[in-house]
């Protein structure tokens, strides 16, 4: 009898975040730090339109794998950000 061993595999949440108008940088839990250049993120250009008091007041949802912007009415996943695929 063969035993099948199921593989979790947990996605990288957010710890920390800074948002400039072009840079979004992120701690993440297992211990890197990523920079995105926002103007590369096509899904992000609502928040480079955003003031800079609207742009730090974020939240973590779903244990910090979807940021919020609850002034700017956006949202983005974070396993998004970290795929390696071209965003275009």
């Known amino acids: 009898m ?14 920390a975040l800074k948002v400039t108008k072009s840079i979004l ?3 993440l839990d297992d211990g890197r730090e990523i ?11 609502w928040l480079v339109k ?15 794998a979807v940021i919020f912007w609850p002034e700017l009415k956006g949202r983005v996943e974070v396993s998004r950000l970290l795929d390696p695929r071209p965003f275009a």
């Open 50 to 64: 955003g003031k800079p008091k609207q742009r730090a007041h974020w939240m973590l949802e779903r244990g910090g």
């Open 2 to 15: 063969k035993k099948s061993i199921a593989k979790t595999t947990k996605l990288a949440g957010v710890k």
């Open 35 to 45: 920079g995105v250049l926002i103007q590369e993120v096509p899904d992000l250009n």
């Open 25 to 27: 940088r992120m701690w």
